[in-house]
């Protein structure tokens, strides 16, 4: 599975940013995908995540300004940043996995650089 992410950038404080991340190759239809991000110093976390399932949690942090959505048939999920803040800068990644296994698969995208700057 090759995962490609586009959408990073920076942008002032209050600003807004969608990223995406669309996965190819051999794909699975249960696949969980979510996206984590990186600051940095710092470990990488978890923003949002929509589960094989359908459900969708997201990070305290991201609650009531980030919306994760996916589209099946394109095999992409998108992120939406509204209300950014500088502590949002980081590197965000895309993850494709089995939620129930990730030894099954479990694959990374190469990361997109958000700053949120003024």
């Known amino acids: 599975v090759q995962l490609v992410e586009s959408g990073g950038g920076l942008v002032k404080p209050g600003g807004s940013l969608r990223l995406s991340c669309a996965a190819s190759?051999?794909?699975?239809?249960?696949?969980?995908m979510g996206w984590y991000r990186q600051a940095a110093g710092k470990q990488r976390e978890l923003v949002a995540v929509?589960?094989?399932?359908?459900?969708?949690n997201y990070a305290d942090s991201a609650k009531g300004r980030f919306t994760i959505s996916r589209d099946n048939a394109k095999n992409t999920v998108y992120l939406q940043l509204n209300s950014l803040k500088p502590e949002d800068t980081g590197v965000y990644y895309c993850?494709?996995?089995?939620?129930?296994?990730?030894?099954?698969?479990?694959?990374w995208g190469q990361g997109t650089q958000v700053t949120v700057s003024s």
């Open positions: 929509t589960t094989s399932g359908g459900r969708i």
């Open positions: 993850r494709y996995y089995n939620d129930y296994d990730p030894a099954e698969y479990n694959y």
């Open positions: 190759g051999q794909t699975f239809s249960t696949a969980a």
